[in-house]
């Protein structure tokens, strides 16, 4: 069977453009923890030195989270909407990453939405530590996914760019409205 080389999957990309990012002892949050997934990812990347703040606001996603991560004690997990993910973590931290739609596997009606996403990434790019990295994965597919990506979409590319740079990555020739993912770094004077 022939093989071809691939380019990376949004998701793919986020992980990349962390794993370039993060180092032990780092804080990050994943804003969506689904299945743990992103939360496994980014607990490997911190190490036991560092913390990992995850937030659903289903409780199923919390446990199955909880069960993936089973044994390790940095981090964090919330059943809680990721709109006050600010008042949960004191010091700047270093990566957030957003997964949105909703729980593969679970109820598709429970999706992330505009209004609330739109907030916690205000309060995420407040928190974010100078050089660090805030990824974003939109679906455009469900219900609701449009808005969503287009809000989310309008809101980074209006980010003030003496101090955050803004990029988008997606597949352009794809039927089916493919995800894309948006990245956010707070600039750091070198
Ligand atoms: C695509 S899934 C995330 C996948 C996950 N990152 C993983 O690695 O498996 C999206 C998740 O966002 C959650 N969600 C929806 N609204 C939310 C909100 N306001 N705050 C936090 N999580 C939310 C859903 O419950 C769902 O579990």
């Given amino acids: 069977m022939a093989k071809f080389t691939s380019l990376p999957r949004p998701t793919e990309m986020a992980h990349r453009l962390l794993r370039e990012r993060l180092k032990p002892g780092d804080q990050a949050i994943d804003a969506t923890v689904g299945n743990g997934h992103d939360t496994l990812f980014l607990a490997e990347q911190v190490g036991p030195e560092g913390h990992v703040y995850g937030f659903d606001v289903q409780e199923s996603a919390i446990e199955k989270t909880r069960q993936r991560t089973a044994g390790l004690t940095n981090i964090t997990l919330r059943c809680l909407s990721h709109e006050l993910l600010d008042e949960s973590v004191s010091d700047p931290v270093s990566a957030i990453t957003f997964n949105l739609g909703y729980l593969p596997g679970g109820d598709k009606s429970i999706t992330t939405k505009p209004e609330t996403t739109l907030v916690a990434l205000r309060n995420?790019?407040?928190?974010?530590?100078?050089?660090?990295?805030?990824?974003?994965?939109?679906?455009?597919?469900?219900?609701?996914?449009?808005g969503e990506s287009n809000t989310?979409?309008?809101?980074?590319?209006?980010?003030?760019?003496?101090?955050f740079s803004v990029v988008r990555y997606e597949f352009t020739n794809q039927c089916n409205t493919p995800p894309f993912l948006i990245a956010v770094e707070k600039r750091q004077l070198l």
Avoid: R
């Fill in 152 to 163: 989310i979409a309008n809101w980074a590319s209006s980010l003030d760019q003496s101090v």
């Fill in 124 to 146: 995420s790019v407040k928190i974010l530590k100078e050089g660090g990295l805030l990824t974003i994965v939109a679906y455009i597919g469900h219900e609701g996914g449009l």
